[in-house]
């Protein structure tokens, strides 16, 4: 069965507030973003009490701002790559059922082929000593929207090695598709069919053209029915309501139970 479960940032806190109103909603899991001043003013023993007092699990998102671990310059690449080690370390400590990363660059450069090349070596090189680093963990790398790392290319040639897993990110497919000008049906159904055997997460959100995703479902322009259609096919064990927003607590009581229904249909 597909646990659902939805994002905690440090905005939302105090986290056991948050958990005991997710647990009213029958949801299964929390993924904490370790946006600083997270990891550290989290509490290890207070997230342990808490799986066990809601009966709730968890999994990070590490750091995605400001950090490239494939970026062209080895400096940069590697204070980022420590970063998200020190963050796996952490989560280390909490047993999480995954721990997602991005493979994500922001260089005015990189629309030039020579430095393209340059990025993609990196990232192949980059997203197995990443795998590596978080075996103990479940680490797994996720699409983005942007021109780099966002076409299922990409996603295909570093997640290429056996034991690298993907978290498929729908918003993120659709708003990379806008901005390319393709369209998403098809890019979709490309990153279903080629990494189906490699989806563990799926990140879970609509979207509104020309740039807005992180949107509940059902309140954009996708099919939702027929994408979960296809995360059946996959081997998802996860889908995340990655909403940002327009959302409560109800919103996502009332969404999982939508999403449960067409899972089981």
């Not at 990140?203 to 979960?228: A, R």
Request: with cysteine.
């Amino acid at each position: 069965m597909i646990k659902i479960g939805v994002p905690y940032w440090y905005g939302e806190r105090p986290l056991d507030k948050f958990a005991e109103e997710i647990a009213k909603q029958n949801i299964d899991f929390i993924e904490i973003s370790l946006d600083y001043p997270y990891p550290e003013q989290l509490d290890i023993n207070e997230i342990n009490k808490i799986k066990g007092k809601y009966g709730i699990e968890i999994s990070f998102h590490g750091l995605w701002s400001d950090v490239s671990i494939s970026h062209p310059i080895k400096t940069i690449a590697n204070a980022s790559m420590r970063v998200i080690g020190d963050q796996i370390s952490f989560a280390k400590q909490v047993n999480p059922i995954y721990f997602i990363v991005h493979q994500a660059i922001r260089l005015p450069t990189a629309m030039f082929e020579n430095v393209q090349k340059k990025i993609n070596e990196n990232s192949i090189k980059t997203t197995k000593e990443i795998v590596t680093m978080g075996k103990d963990v479940n680490l797994i790398i996720e699409n983005v929207s942007s021109v780099h790392f966002g076409n299922f290319h990409d996603l295909i040639s570093m997640t290429n090695d056996n034991d690298v897993k993907v978290c498929l990110d729908v918003g993120h497919v659709a708003k990379y598709c806008s901005r390319a000008g393709l369209d998403f049906k098809e890019q979709f159904d490309i990153s279903i069919d080629k990494l189906k055997d490699k989806i563990v997460v799926v990140h879970l959100h609509d979207f509104i053209s020309p740039e807005k995703d992180h949107v509940p479902i059902g309140s954009g322009e996708l099919n939702i029915e027929y994408i979960l259609k296809r995360i059946k096919e996959t081997s998802c064990k996860y889908i995340l309501l990655e909403y940002h927003h327009n959302f409560d607590f109800n919103t996502y009581g009332r969404d999982v139970a939508k999403i449960r229904k067409i899972l089981n249909s």
